[in-house]
């Protein structure tokens, strides 16, 4: 040992390590990890692979991979316990949830030693970030579970929930997969990653600790294989996924069809805007924050660097300053910055990826440390010189290291930030509140932090948006992706619709009117079909009620185009919005004879209802334009939190066959109402109601491309418009097959299907046709933290 | 061995507003950071020892009351001399460990000089109308002088908030270059008195500014405001001194004061002088802290570093 005058010289920081024998001597007396379910651990029965310490590449135990067997053991303990759960008073429930936080916390060291030891992140992280977010998550839940009824009061639990979590936070990302569930009365199956199944199998055993009823939380460890297993059970009422964007779109494919509710929160390429008025130290820090947390593996990370032209120089000159204070080293050390990656196969991919980058033309900055012999460590850095185009700038490296890119101005950020297939966070530095606010209203992403960066509280929504998946986890929004709203009786399946009829020069004859020239309804204007085609449409006792363009994937591209154009609807203020509804409403209350008339030609008995109820509705959703916003939710003290709710965009609707105006306009007017453009695909057997609304549109100061309005074959269509990488969301209301098929083909950029699984609606019912659940489906959540204080 | 070398004294700078008017400092960003800190780095062991050791020497040995004597000023310097009782010092290897200054009001700066006679430790003077500053300039500049003649090394002189409050940035600069000319070979600390100036985009400017004038040192308050050194406020200072070194080339230290207690308090801060400056500026020549109560409280750290028993203040001599 040095002696203290010469460590006064040297002023070195020394050892810290943190013990770890508690955790060591649990891990010993488990060798092999089985499964927790019905309330028991069990041991595995088929193969199993090792549990490795990334940071020493010491096998800290084995863990089994969880077979069709055990998987359906789990499933059938969840199911069997879930009506029970569902049905205890909420406050019962809370207490569980409520007693779950507790035990984590009494917990906390040993919980934070086990994740340094099976995931690699230092420990500085889990004790200050992870563990006290999972007590965090289970007590805000535990209060979600305590007001259920009253909150939720036309909701209900879903049943059993599918839950697939990564080895980037095991623990945190449980928390947030099981609280929620157990909160709103559903039981889960939830499958840690097989890297890192320690944390999760301690919360089991906290779970009998607490006296959780069995069945409630089963735990069957494994790999990708387990977790298609479960994804595929038909006993699995829900799935939620945290992972890999590849994995989402496999289990997005894999679940098509199958009534399960989903939600995805995959990768991300986010943005983090450097203006040239930020305050350059705070943003320097802010990236120590971002892509060098966790070791970079954090979905959420900043790891696109946008830094404006007239600061790069000097931001980069104190990131370099920064990267070379960064300590990387042994995780349970208390002074490290950085840790190991999770694994030697994680770290040969970021090496791969780095690689490329630089081969690509860009230049890597990175510490200069001195890595331990053993783990998969890897230096801290980031790359200067990387263009949009570079592979690196596309790829999540997920990895200790981000790409830069230089920008002239505001607008040009703007473009750079979504300039990615990803939309799940972005980070804004600026000192200037009007263009921070701007550019957090531009960026397409789930979380905007202003000033910050990586801040997550279990009240403030978390998810993405485009291909970083769909669904919000905590606060309100996420809740509701655990429950179901109450069910209204019995369901009838949608009959089938006409078939397409004479496509070529028909037999049957017409009536002696003028001939009705329905066409295609694009960017404002009537537009024939770009095939050429038109199709009979008959109505009452076969009568031919004339013809109607039939539409194919060209209609579907220059509709989908125009709506993408219309882009300022979605900036009008909400009152504009309800407006242009309510004089809709006005000039379809003028012509209400003519539509009952030409509803009643189609054969509906009570046309009068349906044009009322229709205009009804638009007078509903125009009051709503401007009343069903964001909030904003108490997370830290001197931060203001908005959930904003913003429409996607452009929106594919497919219109139920039955009732064929109210039925299309109870889809096409909550969406516009929230500020999306829609492609609509009329009914297939009655297009011609829908073709007549072009003049109400037109004479309603509906912007052009606002409302696309196509006919033709309903599932043609609907697929054309779920494989389009340009929309959005869809809603669509066909099929049980359709669903399926809609569901599959919507796995290209991972728009979210809002379906009635080919269920008939009663459309005039309020209770069925219209309400805040088409609201919420016709946005997403933005949560923007905005902390603040001089 | 970290490079301890001499560097040229600070001459400061032509007046040049472009360096600190745009700028704007995050409060939220920098209070996150500074809370950071003592939980991304911690210091155990004969480490830890060796880290209080160097804060003991980092130290100006501070009494400004007005109740101050030749006899209480005495006693202060003795404490001076030998901060740690002698066992302990020569249990820790640490035999001749001093403070890095006493510092004391004018009037009391010839009884500091006489205690300390023949021991190396420079004897700081507070001036300029301490606290406030609110005393004619001429009266102010004459009062360096008389500390200086009296024998004082440093002077800590106090800055006029008014100036940084209405943004007269011009007339601060002029005032502190005028105090650092009267202070001659006398290294000058100014005293921002930032629980005054209330932003830290204040605080930066006025460091700045500071520097800009010639100051040797930038110090964060007297001790006399509602709020003195904390560690947002001295991670804006250190910030700000390493962007003038980096623009010029010039080395300016750095002194916490007021509201520094504990053991864990110096340590904190050495702990953002090492991550934001580098460990150069861990020597008295670049920091110091403005501490009376602080010292007792190391001693009783290192007692039980070397015991391994917890201490008591009576077992360690007065300052």
Sequence with gaps: MPAIKDLMQTMDYGPAPEANAEAAAWIAARPLLGHFINGRIVAPQGESVAVVNPATDAVLCHVGLGTETEVETAVKAARAAQAKWAALPGHVRARHLYALARHVQKRERFLSVLEVMDNGKTIREARDIDIPLVARHFYHHAGWAELLETEFPAHQALGVCGQIIPWNFPLLMLAWKIAPALAAGNTVVLKPADLTPLTAMAFAEICIEIGLPPGVVNIVNGGGETGALIAGHPGIDKLAFTGSTEVGRVLRRQTAGSGKKLSLELGGKSPFIVFEDADLDAAVEGVVDAIWFNQGEVCCAGSRILVQEGVASPFFDKLRARLSTLRVGDPLDKTMDIGALVSHKQRARVEALLEKGSAEGAVLHRADVTLPEKGAFCAPGFFTGTAPAHTVSQTEIFGPVATTLTFRTPDEAAVLANDSRYGLAASIWSENINRAIEMAAKVKAGVVWINATNLFDAGAPFGGMRESGFGREGGRAGMLEYLAPKSSGTVKPRPAPAPLADVAPGAKAQGPGIDVTAKLYIGGKQARADGGQSYTVTGKAGAVLGQAALAGRKDVRNAVEAAGKATGWGGVTAHNRAQVLYFLAENLAQRADEFAQALAATGSSKPDDEVEATIRRAFWYAAQADKFDGGVTATKSQHITLTLNEPFGTMGLIAPDEAPLLGLMSLVLPAIAMGNRVVAVASQSQPLIATRLYQVLETSDLPAGVVNLLTGDRDVLAKSLAEHDDVAAMWYCGSTEGTAMVEAASAGNLKPIWSDGGTLRDWTNPAQGQGDDFLRRAVQVKTVWLPYGS | ?319
């Design chain 2, 1 to 319: 061995m970290m490079d301890q070398g001499a560097f040229p004294r600070m001459t400061g700078t032509p007046f040049t507003p472009d360096w600190f008017d745009t700028v704007q400092i995050n409060t939220p960003a920098a209070e996150r950071r500074a809370a950071s800190l003592p939980t991304r780095r911690t210091v155990k062991k004969d480490y830890q020892a060796a880290w209080l050791a160097r804060a003991i020497t980092c130290i100006d040995l501070t009494t400004l009351a007005g109740d101050d004597t030749p006899g209480r000023v005495q006693r202060l310097c003795a404490k001076a001399r030998a901060p740690l009782r002698a066992d302990l010092a020569q249990a820790l290897g640490l035999e001749g460990i001093t403070v890095g200054a006493v510092c004391v009001y004018p009037t009391m700066v010839p009884h500091a000089v006489k205690a300390l006679e023949g021991s190396g430790i420079p004897v700081a003077s507070v001036a300029t109308g301490f606290p406030a500053g609110l005393t004619p300039l001429p009266l102010r500049l004459a009062e360096i002088r008389y500390a200086v003649d009296q024998g004082a090394a440093e002077i800590d002189i106090v800055i006029t908030r008014e100036h940084a409050l209405t943004g007269n940035w011009s007339a601060l600069y002029d005032e502190i270059a005028q105090m650092r000319a009267a202070c001659g070979a006398a290294h000058m600390k100014a005293i921002l008195a930032t629980g005054d100036l209330k932003t830290l985009t204040n605080v930066y400017r006025a460091s700045m500014v500071a520097m800009q004038a010639g100051a040797d040192f930038i110090k964060t308050s007297t001790g006399k405001e509602d709020v003195n050194a904390t560690l947002p406020v001295s991670l804006t200072m250190v910030r700000a001194l390493r962007d003038f070194g980096a623009r010029t080339g010039q080395m300016v230290g750095f002194k916490p004061a007021g509201g520094l207690k504990t053991a864990k308090d110096a340590m904190n801060w050495l702990i953002l002088m090492k991550e934001e400056v580098g460990t150069r500026w861990m020597l008295p020549d670049l920091f110091r802290i403005g501490a009376s109560s602080m010292l007792g409280d190391i001693e009783r750290q290192l007692e039980h570093h070397v015991t391994g028993r917890y201490s008591a203040a009576n077992r360690h001599a007065l300052a």
